[in-house]
């Protein structure tokens, strides 16, 4: 067996199809992102402007969650010691517990090391404790619910996107007596939708399933005090289980449910991507508390963000470049070629020093590639006039179409 010609040439597909991905090589600059440096291809750093951070609201670059961390970091150390069951439960732990579960107006919260393993972890258990149970599940969900999902060893049935009546159609067809779990989204990070959340609750009430909602590109986004989509829309109470990220809009590291007290005590008691993990490191929890406490308090980086936002998505309508339809914060702009997407990153970072990764297959459907900006609260209206002149010179040069 030729193990290294397998690899090779499963890696020289990835190229052929123009899907291999680059990693940037680069810092951001404390107290002044959206500006970094970037070290690939340069003889020293490069003054670079980031365009695709999950950090919407630079809150990774806050004063008060700096020195959040910094002084955990005196006071505790560097690491947390080991799992949550044996050394690695701190203080620090349980206070951010009890604010996000108060975020969520929810009996208790329980943390994970990652968005994408709170989904694993808790889908999967949840579901493997309840015989004969079946998961709905949007079509567009996110890679980590849908390992979760068959993890779980469950039956799957994926209604189409955000379709109500598919959704339905599913349900009523399923044993009334089977236990039931509904898993969907709230934003949609590379369309910039939004879930129908309340009339998916309606549904679940009407065949009595449980719902699992991933509010991970919402929260700090939306609601009054940073609770997601489901606080914008006055739900929050009617979802079984909620579940978030501490590593987009709170700007550091780490995923978390919130559920009643059972829920949590079931997944922190049998869930292996808990129980065997070692726990967040004190210091990325200090910072994540403290963001969310300012987050809960402050509406002020949430508007920013909104406005900056809706600012690029004019500013491209107008220069008739290809911006997909979004009612958030993700403004997608469609190339519809893993290649060229590629070549349109590539020149805008070597020309111009704006970053944007190119999204293709499998995060999107082949044949919708394309660039994902998210403008944040320190994006200049400057910086967007700049953005949008570089891709329309780009967009001539390669001769490709415009929007009508």
Same mark, same amino acid.
């Given at each position: 067996?030729?193990?290294? $010609? ?7 597909? /990835?190229?052929?199809?123009?899907? @291999? ?16 440096? &970037? ?12 365009? &695709? ?60 090391? %990652?968005?994408?393993?709170?989904? !694993? ?11 004969? &149970?079946?998961?709905? %599940? ?5 890679? %980590? ?8 060893? &469950? ?19 399923? #044993? ?8 969907? !989204? ?8 939004? *879930? ?10 009407? @065949? ?13 986004? @939306? ?71 300012? /987050?809960? *308090? ?6 920013? +963000? +909104? ?12 220069? $008739? /470049? ?23 990153? #590539? ?13 293709? @297959? ?19 209206? *400057? ?22």
């Amino acid at each position: 067996m030729d193990y290294q $010609r397998i690899f090779a040439e499963a890696i020289e597909r /990835l190229h052929a199809e123009g899907r @291999y991905r680059v990693f940037i090589d680069i810092l951001r600059d404390r107290g002044s992102f959206p500006n970094a440096r &970037c070290f690939h291809g340069h003889n020293g750093p490069k003054p670079i402007t980031v365009w &695709c951070s999950n950090d919407y609201l630079t809150m990774g670059q806050h004063p008060d969650v700096a020195a959040a961390m910094e002084t955990a970091l005196r006071d505790c150390g560097a690491g947390s010691g080991g799992t949550r069951n044996i050394g690695g439960n701190t203080h620090y732990h349980v206070e951010l517990e009890a604010e996000l579960a108060d975020l969520h107006g929810k009996d208790s919260a329980l943390l994970f090391t %990652s968005g994408y393993i709170s989904n !694993e972890a808790t889908l999967s258990t949840v579901a493997k404790l309840l015989p004969g &149970c079946i998961i709905f %599940s949007d079509a567009l969900n996110h890679a %980590s619910m849908i390992a979760g999902i068959r993890n779980s060893g &469950c039956e799957k049935q994926v209604f189409r996107h955000n379709d109500l009546a598919h959704l339905e159609e599913l349900l009523a067809q399923a #044993d009334p007596e089977a236990p039931k779990l509904i898993a969907f !989204e709230s934003v949609y990070s590379m369309d910039g939708d939004v *879930a129908p959340i309340a009339e998916i609750c309606d549904l679940a009430d009407k @065949y009595n399933a449980l719902t699992y909602l991933d509010e991970v590109h919402a929260v700090g986004m @939306y609601g009054s005090r940073g609770g997601g989509i489901s606080e914008r829309d006055g739900v929050a109470d009617r979802l079984t289980i909620i579940e978030g990220t501490l590593g987009k809009a709170f700007g550091v590291m780490g995923g978390y449910i919130a559920a009643d007290r059972n829920i949590v005590d079931v997944v922190r008691s049998y869930a292996p991507g808990f129980i065997f993990t070692t726990s967040l490191s004190p210091v990325l929890v200090a910072g994540a508390l403290a963001s969310v406490r300012h /987050l809960k *308090a402050s509406s002020a980086e949430r508007e920013a +963000q +909104q406005a900056s936002a809706a600012k690029l998505k004019v500013l491209f309508a107008e220069a $008739r /470049l290809p911006v997909m339809p979004s009612t958030t914060h993700i403004v997608p702009l469609l190339v519809g070629d893993p290649v060229r997407a590629k070549k349109i990153s #590539d020149i805008l970072l070597a020309e111009y020093g704006c970053y944007v990764q190119p999204i293709n @297959y499998p995060t999107v459907p082949r044949g919708t590639e394309r660039l994902r900006f998210t403008p944040g609260p320190a994006h200049t209206e *400057a910086m967007m006039r700049d953005l949008t002149r570089a891709l329309s010179e780009i967009w001539s040069r390669l001769e490709m179409r415009l929007a009508a």
